[in-house]
């Protein structure tokens, strides 16, 4: 089976700290590939001040520099704005698949205003990478209260596919400060330079 992590978010703009986070989560994890799923519009998040999702799509792959890391608009394509909706439609699309959530530490603080969460928590394991600054939020969030009794040990990472979600792992990892925020902040006009470089919004 191959071995494949999932990385939803917004990529407003993708950045250095989401290459960082995945290329540890290959190392640690022994993934094949993972997969960055670039949201056509997180619902959890304003549309004001989201770029197009071309521009999202275009920084995703730029930043991206790595053959396994592949940059992608499946939501757009499957109809599903929901993770716990991405991640049905993608094992009924390829259940020759293993797959794992990755997420930022920075992330799990919010999970628990996520559609349907522990449905979407009991469907596939979720592997949590180390953001600044947020190691003790995401022990403390209140997702973790339901989630750390099906928590597993760093030694137990490669043998992710064994597990039955409910499934977590917290992974210390070195951190890089970059942030989507301080990007947008240091250069407001980074998108509209972007998208007046592509010919159309991305074929889904």
């Known amino acids: 089976m191959t071995r494949i992590g999932l990385l939803g978010g917004s990529f407003n703009p993708a950045h250095a700290g989401h290459r960082h986070i995945s290329v540890e989560a290959m190392r640690l994890l022994g993934l094949d590939e993972i997969w960055w799923l670039v949201s056509p519009q997180n619902p959890l998040k304003s549309p004001r001040g989201m770029a197009s999702l071309g521009a999202r799509l275009a920084?995703?792959?730029a930043a991206a520099r790595h053959p396994r890391i592949r940059p992608m608009v499946i939501e757009a394509e499957?109809?599903?704005i929901y993770a716990v909706d991405t991640v049905a439609a993608l094992r009924r699309r390829r259940p020759d698949v293993d797959f794992?959530?990755?997420?930022g530490a920075d992330i799990v603080p919010e999970l628990h205003r996520w559609h349907?969460?522990?449905r979407f928590a009991a469907s596939i394991p979720i592997a949590v990478?180390?953001?600044p600054g947020y190691r003790g939020a995401?022990?403390?969030a209140p997702a973790m209260a339901w989630l750390r009794r099906w928590r597993r040990p760093r030694s137990a990472a490669r043998h992710w596919t064994g597990w039955t979600a409910p499934a977590i792992i917290l992974l210390d990892i070195r951190t890089t400060p970059v942030s989507a925020t301080a990007i947008?902040?240091?250069d407001p006009g980074w998108a509209r330079r972007l998208a007046s470089r592509l010919p159309k919004e991305p074929k889904v």
């Open 184 to 186: 947008r902040a240091a």
């Open 78 to 80: 499957l109809g599903t």
């Open 100 to 103: 794992i959530w990755l997420m």
């Open 129 to 131: 990478l180390a953001r």
């Open 116 to 118: 349907r969460w522990r």
């Open 59 to 61: 920084s995703a792959e």
């Open 138 to 140: 995401a022990y403390l």
